[in-house]
Every structure is written in structure tokens, then in C-alpha cells.
């Protein structure tokens, strides 16, 4: 479970904040400034899927350790939370109405993520020194984007490649720089495909 976990925001950091620092220049090359009001409700969602994909990662571990009923009872409340957030937030607009779905998939994460540790006896503090390092890099990104590639890269097609490749080769070589774990995982799991160099590189930085 703390492998996959760790593999899980491994990807889905760089891949959520890359897209929602994106998200504005995509919609102005793509769909044109007409549909930037759109983003503020793309980038919500991108955040939301962000936990849910850890969320349905605890579901299925219960499902496999044949804890189906714990898994219910989660889905349960979140179905509860989201119903709440819909009654609560159904007169300030679409807006709210996303915000609370956030709001509803982090609540029932935490929930999970907490039955998971009582159930598998997992050390939650390595999972979280995980998740520090890897929300430093997350950042980084955003800094660097505000601060250098908005500022100094004119258009929106070039901006949004820039953001592509940069924002990646800047991710990469911090969680190298920061020893996150889940770098040498991929390494592990990928091996047989992975360059000789790179693989001693990466073993030297962590064993």
C-alpha cells in the first residue's frame, strides 16, 4: 500500500499542478479568451481529482483485504458529505457548489486514510514526510511559473509548452534533489527499461 501511495502522488502531483498552472494559457490557445471563466472551475476540479484518486486507492485496499463493509460505510459519508455540500452551497453558485465537492473528497481521504492505518498498522509518518517534500517541489513549480515563465515568455502557445517541459525537467530534478522516495520506486518497478547510468545515478542518491 505505502509503495503504490507513494507512487500515486509520485504522478498525480506534478501531472494536477501542471495542469492548473496550465490551465489558463491551454484554454486561451485552444478555446480562445472566451472560455477563460471556465478555468477557476477546471482548476477546482482538477484538485478535486487529485483526492479522489488517493480516495478510490483506500477503497480498493479495503475491497482487497476483504474489508468491503468499511468500504461502504466510506462511501457512505461521502456521499453524505457531498449531499451537505450541495444543501449548504446551492444558493452561492457553481463556484460553491464545486468547493464543496473539494471540500467533501479531502474530508472523506483524511477519513480513509485513517481507517487504512488502523487496519494495516501502516507508519503514517514516512507517508507524510512524502507528502512535505513533495508539496516543497509543488511550490517550486508555482513560483517558478509565476515568477519566471509568466514574466518572461510571451505567447500562449510557446507559454504552454514551456510549462509542459520546464515545470516537468524542474519536478524531476527536485524529487532527485529531495530524495523522494517514490523516484526510486519507479527506478525499482522500471528497471529492465531504464538506462544503466541513469538507474546507478539514481541508486547512488538513495542507498
Not at 8 to 21: D, E, G, S
Request: with cysteine; aromatic share 16%; net charge positive.
Amino acid at each position: 500500500y505505502a509503495t503504490i501511495f507513494r507512487l500515486l502522488c509520485f504522478v498525480m502531483f506534478p501531472v494536477t499542478v501542471i495542469a492548473i498552472v496550465s490551465s489558463h494559457t491551454f484554454v486561451d490557445f485552444f478555446l480562445t479568451h472566451k472560455w477563460l471563466p471556465a478555468v477557476p472551475y477546471m482548476q477546482l476540479f482538477l484538485i478535486e481529482g487529485f483526492f479522489f484518486a488517493l480516495y478510490m486507492l483506500n477503497q480498493n485496499t479495503f475491497n482487497a483485504i476483504g474489508k468491503s463493509g468499511l468500504s461502504l460505510k466510506v462511501d457512505i459519508i461521502k456521499k453524505l458529505l457531498m449531499f451537505s455540500s450541495l444543501f449548504i452551497a446551492f444558493n452561492f453558485g457553481i463556484k460553491a457548489l464545486i468547493i464543496g465537492q473539494v471540500l467533501s473528497s479531502f474530508i472523506v481521504f483524511i477519513y480513509s486514510l485513517l481507517d487504512i492505518k488502523r487496519k494495516l498498522k501502516i507508519e503514517m509518518k514516512f507517508l507524510f514526510s512524502e507528502l512535505h517534500k513533495l508539496s516543497l517541489i509543488t511550490m517550486l513549480i508555482i513560483l517558478i511559473d509565476f515568477f519566471v515563465l509568466q514574466e518572461y515568455i510571451l505567447g500562449s502557445g510557446i507559454l504552454l509548452l514551456s510549462k509542459v517541459v520546464i515545470l516537468s525537467l524542474v519536478y524531476c530534478l527536485a524529487v532527485y534533489i529531495f530524495k523522494v522516495h517514490a523516484l526510486y520506486d519507479v527506478v525499482v518497478l522500471f528497471e529492465k527499461y531504464l538506462p544503466i547510468k541513469i538507474k546507478r545515478l539514481i541508486d547512488k542518491r538513495f542507498i
